[in-house]
Antibody, heavy 120, light 109 residues
């Protein structure tokens, strides 16, 4: 069974840092691109970042560019999101999501999400 | 930047047909995808590539496309279909990007 499990969320002060993780299982992790998608409380879905299977191609949404860094460790079947200089507007549930096939730009499955709360 | 526009809410009675639209300038050349999200849960894809239904998704869910608008149709709406629905499409720009519509709350009266 394909499974994605996020962790690392919590309360962080504005300007602080947090590292999210996504543990993958049930598929050949290195073969798939991965994405982070977030959802602010009561709001819609917002794509955050993409990383290729090898990790050598990375894209970010404009609101997080220069502050967030996506990475992966294929030996550990894990995806990461390093969040620096966080702002109140970064408060959201963060999901890791995988396309069903390589080179597809849609998501199935998704993890259950991890909540990041940026507040003083 | 590229946007997808959905109505904020749609209401139908059980057994009726619900239609949720999603409009975007690039939709004539980009596929659209639909996700269902229930409270406290992650989104689940219910339609991919405009009209295709993943295995396990009930036949009452269907998708269509016409010009700059794609439509999710739920025939014979059931109480369990009450949820938020999001359309999604690749960004129309030069590099990788993903755009979601603002979401539509489906209320089953």
């Amino acid at each position: 069974e394909v499974q994605l499990v996020e962790s690392g969320g919590g309360l962080v002060q504005p300007g602080g840092s947090l590292r999210l993780s996504c543990a993958a299982s049930g598929f050949i992790f290195s073969s798939y691109e991965m994405n982070w998608v977030r959802q602010a409380p009561g709001k819609g879905l917002e794509w955050v970042s993409y990383i290729s299977g090898s990790g050598d191609t990375i894209y970010y949404a404009d609101p997080v560019k220069g502050r967030f860094t996506v990475s992966r460790d294929n030996a550990k079947n894990s995806l990461y999101l390093q969040m620096n200089s966080v702002r109140a507007e970064d408060t959201a549930v963060y999901y890791c999501a995988r396309p069903p096939m390589t080179r597809e730009i849609w998501f199935d499955p998704w993890g259950q999400g991890t909540l990041v709360n940026v507040s003083s | 930047s590229y946007e997808l526009t959905q109505p904020p809410s749609v209401s139908v009675s059980p057994g009726q047909t619900a239609r949720i639209t999603c409009s975007g300038d690039a939709l004539p050349t980009q596929y659209a995808y639909w996700y269902q999200q229930k409270p406290g849960q992650a989104p689940v894809v219910i339609i991919y590539k405009d009209t295709e239904r993943p295995s396990g998704i009930p036949e009452r869910f269907s998708g269509s496309s016409s010009g700059t608008t794609v439509t999710l149709t739920i025939s014979g709406v059931q109480a369990e279909d009450e949820a938020d629905y999001y359309c999604q499409s690749p960004d129309s720009g030069d590099t990788y990007g993903v755009v979601f519509g603002g979401g539509t709350k489906l209320t089953v009266l």
